[in-house]
């Protein structure tokens, strides 16, 4: 038997007025009355047509994401991202809509699909383009978005970690160390924050008065793969590096793959560092020395910020840039 509004105020003894407004949480329904239509609604399993309820509001209750099927995208930074995001939406009574995108495809399609298509009532974005025609199109639209990443040029609701500061302080750690041979594993350069990463690692080797060598940066696409086949490029070099900084954990990993292959020792020989504190680098061998990202949280507060704009409001904070915090491990090896 299908349990509806009709049902519910046979057996409350109120209308079905008063039984939907009271469901739906309006404030015109005695607090009393309210629980106990509640209380009925639950004991005989109420499951409410949200179909309906959206095309009466016009409101999906849904937050939309898109994950492009590339090798950065299989990253564990985005499991993580994923799971913020999911925790706070189900806390505030949303549903996590999921896109996938296989590379060749057009990534906006699944945005207009969403947007356009009332999918979704607000997204959430990571990993800002330089240009990102996905801002432009939601800024133009008028859609309420949030973004894990800034960018130089556009304005909108943010939260980040200071890349550049991150990176800066990776390069003053070795060189501490006594390093001066130090190598960039950069992710890829249509990404903001690989901007500001090889920004920091500049800034780092000018104000240090180390010996700066553009063939120490060799670039890679966020992947453990990526990191392992950069590393082998650094280590074939005439005078190799005697630390490497990846700019994320899986490219990391792959560099100490390599190291290892080659006979060496991660740490002992050649220091390395990664980016984003996944739980792989407490379980690598050696453990990996790190920038940590709060990713998970990144991902709630976000969700709050995106449910504050759905709901009309102005974030108090529309901008966030959170400090980097260095988690020193086993991979950076003695100092020197």
């Known amino acids: 038997m299908r349990i509806t509004l009709k049902t519910i105020a046979e057996e409350s003894g109120f209308s079905i007025t008063t039984v939907s407004r009271a469901l739906a949480g309006y404030d015109d329904v005695n607090e009393e009355t309210r629980r106990h239509i509640i209380a009925i609604a639950e004991r005989l399993g109420y499951q409410p047509n949200l179909s309906a309820r959206q095309l009466r ?165 966020l992947s453990q793969r990526g990191g392992l086949e950069a590393a082998e490029r650094l280590l074939q070099l005439a005078d190799p590096p005697t630390a490497i900084i990846a700019c994320n954990d899986l490219m990391a990993l792959g560099a100490m793959t390599t190291i290892q292959r080659r006979g060496l020792r991660p740490g002992q020989d050649i220091a390395v560092a990664g980016f984003d504190d996944i739980p792989a680098a407490l379980d690598a061998e050696p453990q990996l020395t790190t920038i940590h990202q709060p990713i998970y949280q990144i991902g709630r507060q976000l969700t709050d910020m995106l449910v504050n704009l759905m709901q009309g409001n102005t974030p108090d904070k529309p901008h966030i840039l959170l400090q980097p915090e260095l988690i020193i491990r086993a991979s950076s090896g003695p100092k020197r």
Not at 192 to 204: P, Q, S, V
């Open 57 to 221: 509001s016009q409101q999906s209750h849904t937050i939309g994401m898109v994950i492009p099927l590339t090798p950065y995208f299989s990253d564990p930074f985005f499991m993580e991202l994923l799971s913020g995001v999911g925790r706070q939406a189900a806390e505030h009574n949303y549903d996590l809509r999921l896109s996938a995108q296989v590379p060749g495809q057009d990534e906006l399609n699944a945005y207009h699909r969403m947007v356009a298509g009332r999918q979704v009532d607000g997204v959430v974005l990571a990993r800002v383009h330089h240009q990102d025609p996905r801002i432009a199109y939601l800024q133009q639209a008028q859609h309420p978005f949030v973004v894990f990443g800034r960018s130089d040029a556009e304005d909108y609701p943010y939260i980040d970690v200071d890349s550049g500061s991150g990176i800066r302080l990776l390069v003053e750690h070795f060189a501490d160390y006594g390093h001066q041979r130090i190598a960039l594993i950069l992710s890829p350069r249509d990404l903001m924050f690989t901007t500001l990463r090889l920004r920091g690692y500049r800034e780092a080797f000018e104000s240090l008065n180390l010996p700066y060598r553009e063939g120490y940066i060799q670039e890679g696409d």
